[in-house]
Structure formats: structure tokens, C-alpha cells
């Protein structure tokens, strides 16, 4: 079956510092890949989607960067983090192979980033 | 621009009561979906609904959706303490990237 992973679940960074979040998918080949932000009491942004190795599509400017190293990994950086980048941040999937990837986007467990 | 609404944003219910949960948008279409997400955690599917007219139903709720009025309901029939969640709509559009409502809190009291 497909699995989604995301890590860390909890991080704490100050201003000014990098960040690395990494998501990758099990069980399926070639899915489309999506970072999504959630500020607190809010509703999901949809920040980059990927529909292949090396193809990101940003949806909004930001402080963030995305990439796609290999088919089933999709992470999301930033190489000075702002108050602002605060929050919960959701990897999904959709498409792909096998019976239950179609027409569902999967969320990983999400990453809550405070930025102090 | 897609622009989806919920309304309401916030509902408290008793159990065993009734109640609908409305999402709009603005643009045309062909997949809508239902997620819940309890307090720190991640989105769950409930529902994905394809095609006007497509009514779907898992346990006390129901999701149906009208294309043409650019519309789709989430029903919750005698409610219970279990259902207490946020419930998000979310509308698909080419690559299937989803466009979310600004979520319905729902909270059900004995």
C-alpha cells in the first residue's frame, strides 16, 4: 500500500536560519508531489507542486524554495527563515500507481514549524 | 482566480441534531473533495465527489455536489461527540491542485 512520510514533526527555528523538510512517498511511481502551508485557525495554501523529478511549479512568492530530487522525494527549504514561515506544513500526493491512488490527494502527517 | 467558501465557519450542535455544511466556488470543476482534520493532526478524506449529481454517503454524513450551481453540501445526521473535527472542502483543477475552503469547526456537545 502507499505510504506518505514527512519529517520532523515538530521544529523550532530561529529567524535567519535554514530549513530542510523532506517528504517521500512509498508504493507508487511517478506521483504528482504538493507542499502546502497551514497558518494557524486557516485553511491550506497550496506553496509548490511537482508532477516529475526536477519539475516544480510554485504558487505563490515566498521565502521557500522546493525540489524534487528523485521520483518519490519532494523537499521544501528555505535559506533564511522569516516570522511569517510559521506554521503547519503538509506534503501530499496524488496519482501515481495502484488502485488507491486514484482520484485522492493523500496529506503526510505535517511538519509544524515555529519560528521565533 | 478559484475562490472557495464555507459557510459556516464555526458550528456548535448537539448531538443527535441536523445540519449542513455549504461550500461554494467560483469556477467550473470536475472533482470535489471532503477532508477532516482533527486538532494537530493531518487531512483525512471522507468524500470525493466527481460528476453533478453525485451524492456519497459514510456512516452519519453525506456529501453531495451540484456542478451547475458550483455548489457541494456536507450533511451530518444526528450528530455525535466523535464528529467533532474541522471539516475542509477543497476543489481540484488541472494537475489536481486543490483550492481549499477556509474550514467549518465543528464542535458537538451532549
Known amino acids: 500500500s502507499q505510504t506518505i512520510h514527512q519529517w520532523p514533526a515538530t521544529l523550532v527555528q530561529p529567524v535567519g536560519s535554514p530549513l530542510s523538510l523532506e517528504c517521500t512517498v512509498e508504493?507508487?511511481?511517478?506521483?504528482?508531489l504538493y507542499w502546502y502551508r497551514q497558518a494557524a485557525g486557516r485553511g491550506l495554501q497550496l506553496l509548490f507542486y511537482?508532477?516529475?523529478?526536477?519539475?516544480i511549479s510554485s504558487e505563490v512568492p515566498q521565502n521557500l524554495s522546493a525540489s524534487r530530487p528523485q521520483d518519490r522525494q519532494f523537499i521544501l527549504s528555505s535559506k533564511k527563515l522569516l516570522l511569517s514561515d510559521s506554521g503547519f506544513y503538509l506534503c501530499?500526493?496524488?496519482?501515481?500507481?495502484?488502485?488507491?491512488?486514484?482520484?485522492?490527494?493523500?496529506f503526510g502527517a505535517g511538519t509544524r514549524l515555529s519560528v521565533l | 482566480e478559484l475562490k472557495v467558501e464555507q459557510n459556516p465557519l464555526f458550528l456548535s450542535m448537539q448531538e443527535g441534531k441536523n445540519y449542513t455544511i455549504y461550500c461554494n466556488y467560483s469556477?467550473?470543476?470536475?472533482?470535489l473533495y471532503w477532508y477532516r482534520q482533527d486538532p494537530g493532526k493531518s487531512l483525512e478524506s471522507l468524500f470525493v465527489?466527481?460528476?453533478?449529481?453525485a451524492v456519497k454517503q459514510e456512516g452519519r454524513l453525506m456529501a453531495s455536489l451540484d456542478t451547475k450551481a458550483r455548489l457541494s453540501t456536507l450533511h451530518i445526521t444526528a450528530a455525535v461527540h466523535d464528529l467533532s473535527a474541522t471539516y475542509f472542502c477543497?476543489?481540484?483543477?488541472?494537475?489536481?491542485?486543490?483550492?481549499f475552503g477556509g474550514g467549518t469547526r465543528l464542535m458537538v456537545k451532549p
Open positions: 465527489l466527481l460528476s453533478n449529481g
Open positions: 511537482s508532477v516529475g523529478i526536477g519539475q
Open positions: 469556477t467550473t470543476s470536475d472533482r
Open positions: 501530499a500526493w496524488y496519482g501515481g500507481t495502484g488502485v488507491l491512488a486514484k482520484n485522492i490527494q493523500y
Open positions: 477543497a476543489v481540484g483543477n488541472a494537475g489536481n491542485m486543490l483550492t
Open positions: 508504493g507508487t511511481s511517478n506521483p504528482n
